[in-house]
């Protein structure tokens, strides 16, 4: 059998795996919330929700298999903290598809070479994860342009006679996502039986914000020694406004370093990509038997300044407030 046509068929199994992939998550959307709660809620096996009908022999195997290692709950937090509607079993699926894809493309691209299949794996492998990250950063700081608004509806509905549950009800139907599906799922924690503290600190393992902390904690310290809710909540609505309209001038002080940092550290990669595909004879000198001795190490180094000078950037461009 040739390697042509053993490419072929694997690049085929690949679009059959996506295509699998993607008709069981589209499927599983109705089970959403319940697979959240699961993953954020110690409730007994026997009083979890009964799984869906339409949840598939493959996806369940597949997710159980993943779930035996410890990595795939630091993998379900991102996951859940971006809001993709994937499972960790999916998700890797997604992963490995993206891998023999990219590495076959690029394969045909380079005239049959490994290296180029490698240099196609490598990226396969990291841009799903680039876009987890993506869409955590952007969502966080959604979440954080968002809480003084709640805030505010809250405090209002406090003082209109809402219990505090009755406010965060409000809140999760009135107020644009992400903030409405994350305080959606607070009240039906609650309405499934979990303590309001326990809910609130699984919103703050969702989101990591040091603003939702501190409104928590005010809420949590008001819960056990009493007081006045909505005027306290008023006090950390103001502060938080003045917080996110401070960091929103600093990331856009800070935004040209942070692209300056990002393009250049990619623009050397991508330049030796793009001259390995244009003139091959040219980059692979370095690999050479006469030249691998100092070709190889210059590479190294080369990286390892990218990297340094990439953290380097970030540092400088990243200010605490």
């Known amino acids: 059998m040739s390697t042509t046509l053993i490419l072929i068929i694997g690049v085929g199994v690949a679009v059959l795996l996506l295509g699998v992939g993607l008709a069981v998550s589209v499927r599983q959307q109705r089970a959403l919330v319940d697979s959240r709660l699961d993953q954020y809620v110690d409730t007994p096996a026997e009083e979890r929700?009964?799984?869906?009908?339409?949840?598939?022999?493959?996806?369940?195997?597949?997710?159980?298999?993943?779930?035996?290692?410890?990595?795939?709950?630091?993998?379900?937090?991102?996951?859940?903290?971006?809001?993709?509607?994937?499972?960790?079993?999916?998700?890797?699926?997604?992963?490995?598809?993206?891998?023999?894809?990219?590495?076959?493309?690029?394969?045909?691209?380079?005239?049959?070479?490994?290296?180029?299949?490698?240099?196609?794996?490598?990226?396969?492998?990291?841009?799903?994860?680039?876009?987890?990250?993506?869409?955590?950063?952007?969502?966080?700081?959604?979440?954080?342009?968002?809480?003084?608004?709640?805030?505010?509806?809250?405090?209002?509905?406090?003082?209109?006679?809402?219990?505090?549950?009755?406010?965060?009800?409000?809140?999760?139907?009135?107020?644009?996502?992400?903030?409405?599906?994350?305080?959606?799922?607070?009240?039906?924690?609650?309405?499934?039986?979990?303590?309001?503290?326990?809910?609130?600190?699984?919103?703050?393992?969702?989101?990591?914000?040091?603003?939702?902390?501190?409104?928590?904690t005010a809420i949590n310290v008001q819960r056990e020694v009493g007081g006045n809710l909505a005027e306290i909540l008023g006090t950390i609505s103001h502060t938080i406004r003045e917080r996110v309209r401070v960091k929103g001038e600093i990331r856009v002080m800070t935004s040209q370093a942070m692209v300056s940092a990002k393009f250049l550290s990619a623009m050397p990669i991508m330049v030796f990509v793009a001259l390995y595909f244009l003139n091959r004879e040219y980059i692979m000198l370095l690999f050479s038997e006469g030249g691998r001795m100092i070709g190889i190490p210059v590479l190294v180094i080369s990286l390892g300044m990218i990297g340094s000078g990439y953290m380097v950037m970030q540092k400088i461009a990243t200010v605490e407030v």
């Open 49 to 216: 929700p009964k799984k869906e009908k339409n949840d598939t022999a493959l996806a369940d195997w597949l997710n159980n298999q993943v779930g035996k290692f410890s990595w795939s709950e630091g993998l379900a937090k991102d996951l859940a903290q971006a809001d993709l509607k994937l499972r960790v079993g999916e998700y890797i699926a997604v992963v490995a598809i993206a891998i023999v894809g990219c590495a076959g493309v690029a394969w045909f691209l380079a005239g049959q070479q490994l290296i180029a299949a490698g240099i196609g794996a490598a990226v396969g492998f990291f841009a799903p994860k680039m876009y987890v990250g993506s869409q955590k950063g952007n969502r966080l700081i959604k979440f954080d342009e968002q809480l003084a608004d709640m805030l505010t509806l809250t405090v209002n509905g406090l003082r209109a006679g809402y219990s505090t549950m009755q406010a965060l009800e409000a809140v999760s139907k009135n107020l644009p996502p992400p903030i409405s599906d994350e305080f959606r799922r607070v009240v039906q924690e609650m309405q499934f039986g979990v303590d309001m503290q326990r809910s609130l600190e699984n919103l703050t393992r969702r989101i990591p914000s040091k603003d939702l902390d501190l409104v928590i």
